[in-house]
């Protein structure tokens, strides 16, 4: 039988060759572990929150089920099976149903491409530490975080409610202005690694590289992070808005919408959402330490170790480094406050979008000039990049202060505004009173 993974490495990445031959057993091993894995790592990440946030309040935080108040989240998951199972009466029954699970499944299968490790040996079996992988490993992970809003949209529209309605337009709104920026971030990964692979990301970045542009040569260090440092500035906000979470959680903004597209959910149906939302912050930290952290690979100065790259220790690092960005999740919400929607929206659209574009064709051009042998088209090229950072530069729009008009303007009176110098007649009740008062006022003057 012809491996299909053997026919997809016969390009400039190899790595895909570690894949498809595996024995059923050990697949159907690797799916119940990532399964398993994300729950447990749930629980473990909605603890860590609530105890971070309670550290930057100068408060204890969970404390009485399990050491060091472990058991909580799994308390309060059971709890939260018990609960009544309601259905709002105006409700699409199926469609309410349906739409936390599709949000849940969307989240678990974008983790199963994440590499979390080299070839180990299980049960005597050598396998990478990696579920699958594809060519356009990449693009399974934006597919899936945008399929994943469609359980979202669906559950608001469903609910038969205005806020949740509102909180669902919302979060396709979102979906679609981040995800774009979060696409050209990875477009910058893809034009240094030269594949959409993950597992060959992680391969590209292994060993520092040698720039050489004309007679220059410099070493760079291997991690996207600090070669690509403003794809993974802007990959990291763009997270923050894909997933919800705070300053960026307008969906869900309980002083506008009380709980936005899962307003009408409870029991079981609401955990499967809430578990949908901290898999996605689980999944989004490990495709950035990936794409931009070296992903399993040690960090100085345990790379100096020899071993440190090889068996069951790069789960260490891995971990590790998704923790740290799981922190900074946390850290946002314990310090920034919720955006305004348009201010959201500006940032998105005017910011992160373009910048984006600019860093992006600034790159191509370098590459363009790095690999070209004629002078003059090195020359061009850093002279047609400089222009156009300029004219970005020159162009770029910028906010106008409001400025109060010198006189009010009273304006035509048209509808909904009235004129500011309109004078209300009063009512015919108080005509009456008036009318009553003043006899009374001229008997007490004659006396």
Known sequence: MTNVYALMAEGPDDTLAMFGNDPWWMILIKAVVVFAGLVVLTLLTIWFERKA????????????????????????????AFKEDLVPAGADKIVFILAPVISTVCAITAFSIIPLGPEVSIFGVVT????TDLPVGVLLVLACSALGVYGIVLGGWASGSTYSLLGSLRAAAQVISYEIAMGLSIVAVFLTSGTLSTSGIVAAQQEGQTMTFGSVSFEIPGWYALLLLPSFIIFCISVVGETNRAPFDLPEAESELVGGFHTEYSSLKFALFFLAEYINMVTVSAMATTLFLGGWQAPFPASWWPGANEGWFPLIWFFGKVIVLLFGFVWLRGTLPRFRYDQFMRLGWKVLVPVNLVWIVALAGFYAGRESESLATRVSVI????????????FWPTRTEYKPPSE???????????????EIPPSPSTKQLEAKREPVSAKEGGQ
Do not use: E, T, Y
């Open 53 to 80: 946030v309670a550290w930057m309040q100068v408060r204890p935080g969970p404390n009485r089920h399990g050491p060091f108040g472990l058991l909580q989240s799994l308390a309060d998951g059971l709890k939260l």
């Open 128 to 131: 990478p530490l990696q579920l």
């Open 383 to 394: 002279g047609g990049v400089g222009l156009l950072v300029l004219l970005a530069l020159m």
């Open 408 to 422: 009010p303007d009273k304006g035509l009176g048209g509808f909904p505004v009235p004129p500011l110098d309109l």
